[in-house]
C-alpha cells in the first residue's frame, strides 16, 4: 500500500512538472483521502520561481527565428510591434506574462543562453557565476552585452574588448561559446 502511495506521488509530481513546464493547467494536489487540497485562503501566491522563463527557454528552441531577434535585440520582449509580426511570441506572452517580470530581474539571461547554446562543451554553473562576477567588474561591457548578447560571438567586438578576449582566453569552456559559427542557425533552423 505505502510503495503504491508513493508511485502515486511521483506520477503526480512528474504529470504536474511536465504540464508546468508545457503550460498546461496542472491537476489539482489531493490528500490522503482522494479530495482536492486547497492551500489557505489568507495564503499570498507564490513567485513564479523561474517557470515562465523556464517556457520561454523551450518556446525559444522550438522558434529560432523569434530567438535570433530577440538575442540581437533583447528589448524587442516589450515592443509591441515586433509582437504584432510574430503573432506565436504575441501567443506565448499572453499565455505567460510572468516572464516579462523574471526576466527584468535577470538581465544577464540572454547572455547566459548565448554561453550555453553556443558553447562546444556543457558550460557549468561555476563558469556562469564566474563570467558574471567578470560582468561584475566589466559594467560597460555588461551593458553592451545585454543590449545585444551576440556580440558575445563578433570578433570585432572583442577585439575592442581585450579585458573580455584575455578572460575567455583564460575560460576555455565559456570561451567556445564566443567563438564564430557561421551557418549555425541555419542548420538549426532546417
Known amino acids: 500500500m505505502i510503495g503504491s502511495m508513493h508511485r502515486l506521488f511521483h506520477l503526480r509530481l512528474a504529470v504536474g512538472v511536465g504540464a508546468a513546464l508545457l503550460g498546461l493547467p496542472a491537476l489539482p494536489a489531493r490528500g490522503d483521502d482522494g479530495a482536492p487540497v486547497r492551500p489557505p485562503a489568507a495564503a499570498a501566491p507564490a513567485p513564479a520561481e523561474r517557470g515562465d522563463l523556464l517556457r520561454l527557454e523551450v518556446f525559444l528552441d522550438q522558434h529560432p527565428f523569434v530567438e535570433a531577434r530577440l538575442r540581437e535585440n533583447p528589448n524587442l520582449v516589450n515592443d509591441p510591434a515586433f509582437r504584432r509580426n510574430h503573432p506565436v511570441f504575441a501567443e506565448f506572452v499572453a499565455r ?67 579585458e573580455l578576449r584575455e578572460y575567455l582566453g583564460r575560460h576555455p569552456g565559456v570561451g567556445r561559446a564566443a567563438e564564430p559559427r557561421p551557418g549555425a542557425l541555419l542548420r538549426r533552423e532546417r
Open 96 to 162: 505567460h506574462p510572468g516572464f516579462l517580470a523574471e526576466l527584468a530581474a535577470s538581465p544577464r539571461w540572454f547572455i547566459h543562453r548565448e554561453l550555453i547554446r553556443r558553447s562546444a562543451t556543457p558550460v557549468t554553473v561555476a563558469e556562469v557565476a564566474e563570467f558574471d562576477r567578470f560582468l561584475d567588474r566589466h559594467t560597460g561591457i555588461e551593458r553592451q552585452l545585454v543590449l545585444r548578447p551576440q556580440l558575445l560571438r563578433t570578433p570585432e567586438f572583442l577585439n575592442r574588448q581585450p
